[in-house]
């Protein structure tokens, strides 16, 4: 059986995780109308679009939503601290930033904060510039997929545009440039010195993308948060690993 797409057996295990008790209490305290917001989440009610209120660091945020899938994804940015960012982390770089639900929640936690997005699905693309206006002059989008070199590559998607890839065999395909993520790296490494987070959502290439990453470059940016569980650490060199869910997170080491 399933509720709002889930499975009723990973719901029901879900609640003994504490990272959706953390979810919920800050359902509570984040949201304008926190009841609107979980019958969303946990039924899949309501209609679409829909804008959605958050309490951040800096102010009430607006948010457009678009399907349920964009519920989930506010609530495990937002609420479930999947990314987690603080006042320290001002140059963001993220990999897969779909409709900009990822972004506001790095720009709204410092004023000082300035990110790289890389969003290939024109759909998104447009979703994403409605939701980040607050915030122009503060970020730099560059509508190309992210991989392990530069030319012109397959992406599929699905219609709520949550899901989609370099060569990911979903309802929908389009021909869109692809960019190689370490040139990124290095050129963004190489303007600010470093990088305070690196997120990356990428359907597919992300395993393929962190082991891109040499040592030299590494040791230069602070976090990075990848969804993909990994069975060793690639980084182990410069940085712990811990899984938080479905997401890895990676902290730089202190010597």
């Known amino acids: 059986m399933q509720v709002a797409g889930r499975q009723l057996g990973k719901i029901a295990s879900s609640l003994l995780q504490r990272r959706h008790y953390v979810a919920a209490r800050n359902m509570v305290r984040l949201y304008d109308h926190p009841a609107r917001m979980f019958a969303r989440y946990l039924a899949g009610t309501g209609e679409y679009p829909y804008t959605v209120r958050i309490r951040t660091p800096q102010s009430w945020l607006a948010l457009r939503l678009n399907s349920a899938h964009d519920v989930l994804t506010v609530n495990e940015i937002f609420c479930r601290d999947d990314y987690h960012a603080d006042s320290s982390d001002e140059v963001i770089v993220d990999f897969g930033s779909n409709i900009g639900i990822s972004a506001a929640y790095f720009l709204t936690r410092t004023p000082a904060a300035y990110a790289y997005l890389f969003e290939p699905l024109p759909s998104n693309v447009a979703k994403l510039k409605d939701n980040l206006h607050p915030f122009e002059g503060r970020y730099e989008l560059r509508e190309v997929a992210v991989g392990m070199s530069d030319g012109e590559v397959e992406f599929g998607w699905e219609d709520s545009g949550r899901y989609g890839g370099v060569n990911a065999h979903l309802d929908h395909t389009l021909t869109v440039t692809c960019v190689n993520s370490q040139t990124v790296l290095k050129e963004i490494i190489g303007k600010h010195g470093h ?26 940016i602070k976090k990075l948060y990848v969804e993909y569980i990994f069975d060793r650490n690639p980084l182990a060199e410069t ?9 890895a997170q990676f902290t730089r080491k202190t010597n």
Request: hydrophobic letters at 45%.
């Open 195 to 220: 990088i305070d987070i690196l997120k990356i959502d990428i359907e597919g290439l992300e395993a393929q993308v962190i082991d891109n990453i040499p040592a030299s470059l590494a040791r230069n």
């Open 239 to 247: 940085h712990t690993l811990r899984h938080y869910g479905g997401i």
